[in-house]
């Protein structure tokens, strides 16, 4: 089992920046793919980004100027750096991890908001 916990999230204004974080904790952390997906209200979850345990990156079109995913192995850590936000980028985000054995894991989401 892993747990996955992300802080970070909060209320932001248009064209700000925020950086999310997420630790894994459990008895099982070969961890292969760590990653991100957002749930905008009304609609259903959509992936932002994914990493690989060697660092490789995966990023859907709307993420790839503006969002930065980075990991730390030693720290069990996935990380999004997101700039230049925008009222659409409002949506839970939620981490999740996948082992090498192909066992998928969430985290329960933090709420990301973008308003003035």
């Known amino acids: 089992q892993v747990q996955l916990v992300e802080s970070g999230g909060g209320l932001v204004q248009p064209g700000g920046s925020l950086r999310l974080s997420c630790v894994a904790s459990g008895s099982d952390l070969r961890i292969h793919l760590m990653g991100w997906y957002r749930q905008i209200s009304g609609k259903e979850r959509e992936l932002v980004a994914t990493i690989s345990r060697g660092g490789s990156t995966v990023y859907v079109d709307f993420a790839k100027v503006r969002f930065t995913i980075s990991r730390d192995n030693d720290k069990n850590m996935v990380f999004l750096q997101m700039g230049d936000l925008k009222p659409d980028d409002t949506a839970v985000y939620s981490c999740?991890?996948?082992?090498?054995?192909?066992?998928?894991?969430w985290g329960q989401g933090t709420q990301v908001t973008v308003s003035s």
């Open positions: 999740f991890a996948q082992l090498f054995s192909g066992q998928p894991f």
